[in-house]
């Protein structure tokens, strides 16, 4: 089971891993939208504020550079998130700002705006990289507000001068104009996203770096390996749940075989021209110790696809050894057809086990039938010949159950040596109480079967007009309710003594 585990758990990695590339991918580009739509947004609000500022700072009238201009300017910064500083050169080119700063505004990195507005980028006098500016001249005196870049750059994580190229357009130019950075790597991923507000419209475009996007990559298998390892968990733990249950299922039914809890119900065929009994079918049932009986239909599934049916049917077949000496079946033409699968046929070991029943119950081979279902496929058609061969020689019988259902039909007919065929209820429940009613499929298995010489055998029979219509079609065998359910070998004793005497 551990092996099963272990291989569950590597392959649902392997492929949550193999899946994930594009999960990454997905991912990468969605947090460099995402940072570039951040990004942006700080530097529109920046930039309104900015341009709100300088309108209003100009509008003072305050051109002239003093310590009441200076607490102007602290003041009205102040009320700005992210404006970082206001400035004033005035005609004498001395400067006033709001705060302490080294910027080389002497710079030729500029460019116009509308409605006389300039974006200045200008350099940190003792190299501690770049401000940007808005700029608003009247006559010789400048207006500057410094946009708040920074904070931008500490919403993305990282430091952007590495790793994110920007660029600033103002949208009517033709060419980026404005430079912020510059890219050193390959960009691997572009985005833009525009913004439209009055009085400046802005488009920025962001292209990732191979290290930028190499950063969202690492997280991202970092992510996929934590999640696949979540999923394969969960994955072997269900097989593992499964397993374990279809362990003690197993376990479950290997014990109620010891524990012989699987005895044979008979329900009995009938000749309905005659009134005399045919024989049985031999139909398992689970009766548990607490005396309930659990129908076939919730085990022999899996009793067939786990193996179990083959001594489950091994002791069934011991049990109606034993009854039908009880029933005092020796000497009688009277059968009791039991239910083999493919798995009987791939060895002489059933047949061997057959024998030995008839012979220690002193019994007729004729006592015995078989039926198997035309639903499971016989994989070596020859070799279950051979066996059937030997049941043969004996006198024992094999009938094709549920006859039209299933996918062996005419093959098993004719490679199985079938002698009988047994109508699934399906078809019989085509007979209907009302005039005029068609049963197509029903009378052409009925004109096969008569036309290849095979008795027929009409199962799950629940009324007297299905015995008419099929009494009126020469099918004369009959196994159904309207004459009996399936029983235990005690009661099928006594129905046997009231309708046989
Ligand atoms: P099956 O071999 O086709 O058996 C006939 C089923 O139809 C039985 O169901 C029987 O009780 C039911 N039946 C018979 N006449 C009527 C009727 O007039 N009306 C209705 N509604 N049903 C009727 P059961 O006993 O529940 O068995 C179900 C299936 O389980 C069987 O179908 C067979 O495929 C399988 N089975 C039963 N016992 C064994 C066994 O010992 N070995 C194997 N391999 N399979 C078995
Ligand atoms: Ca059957
Ligand atoms: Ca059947």
Not at 459 to 466: D, K, L, M, N, S
């Amino acid at each position: 089971m551990i092996k099963i585990l272990v291989a569950v758990f590597l392959m649902t990695f392997a492929i949550c891993m193999s899946s994930s590339s594009y999960f990454i991918h997905f991912f990468a580009h969605r947090a460099l939208e995402r940072d570039a739509e951040l990004l942006l947004t700080y530097f529109h609000s920046s930039l309104s504020e900015a341009h709100t500022l300088l309108s209003r700072v100009k509008k003072d009238g305050l051109y002239k550079c003093s310590d009441t201009l200076e607490r102007s300017l602290e003041t009205y910064e102040f009320e700005s998130s992210s404006v970082r500083w206001l400035g004033v050169v005035d005609e004498d080119n001395n400067l006033c700002a709001s705060d302490p700063n080294n910027v080389d505004l002497n710079t030729d990195q500029v460019h116009d705006l509308q409605d006389g507005y300039t974006l200045v980028s200008a350099e940190y006098k003792n190299n501690q990289g770049r401000d940007l500016l808005l700029l608003n001249s009247a006559g010789k005196t400048r207006f500057y507000a410094s946009l708040d870049l920074v904070r931008a750059e500490n919403v993305l994580g990282f430091d952007c001068e590495r790793c994110l190229e920007y660029t600033l357009q103002v949208v009517g130019s033709p060419e980026p104009l404005f430079e912020q950075h510059v890219l050193e790597s390959e960009p691997v991923v572009e985005l833009s996203t525009l913004i439209h507000e009055e009085p400046i419209d802005l488009r920025l475009t962001i292209r990732g770096s191979t290290n930028f996007f190499q950063h969202y990559k690492t997280v991202g298998w970092e992510f996929a390996a934590l999640f696949s390892t979540i999923i394969s968990i969960s994955i072997a733990s269900l097989a593992y749940f499964l397993l374990r249950r279809r362990q003690s299922f197993e376990r479950v039914l290997q014990d109620a075989i010891r524990a012989k809890e699987f005895v044979p119900f008979y329900q009995p065929i009938i000749n309905s021209k005659t009134g005399h009994v045919a024989g049985a079918e031999v139909l398992v049932r689970w009766i548990r110790r607490d005396g309930s009986s659990v129908p076939p239909n919730e085990f022999i599934n899996f009793a067939e696809k786990s193996g179990l049916i083959i001594p489950m049917t091994e002791l069934l077949l011991k049990q109606v050894g034993h009854d039908l000496a009880a029933f005092g079946w020796q000497g009688s033409p009277y059968y009791a057809s039991i239910n083999i699968v493919p798995e009987h046929l791939q060895s002489n070991t059933f047949y061997e086990k057959v024998e030995e029943v008839i012979n220690k119950n002193s019994l007729r081979p004729e006592n015995i039938a078989l039926e198997i279902t035309e639903r499971r496929r016989i994989v070596d058609l020859k070799q279950a010949r051979q066996v059937l061969d030997r049941f043969y020689a004996l006198g024992i019988k094999l009938k094709l159950d549920d006859a039209g259902t299933g996918y062996g039909g005419f093959s098993y007919i004719q490679e199985l040596g079938i002698s009988s065929l047994k109508i699934d209820k399906m078809f019989i429940d085509s007979i209907l109480a009302i005039e005029d009613f068609k049963t197509p499929v029903l009378d052409s298995i009925i004109n096969f079967a008569q036309s290849s010489d095979l008795e027929i055998i009409a199962e799950g029979v629940e009324t007297p007009e299905q015995i008419e219509y099929l009494n009126k079609r020469d099918v004369s065998l009959i196994q159904g309710f309207v004459f009996a359910k399936p029983m235990p070998a005690s009661d099928m004793a006594n129905w046997l003594q009231i309708s046989v005497s």
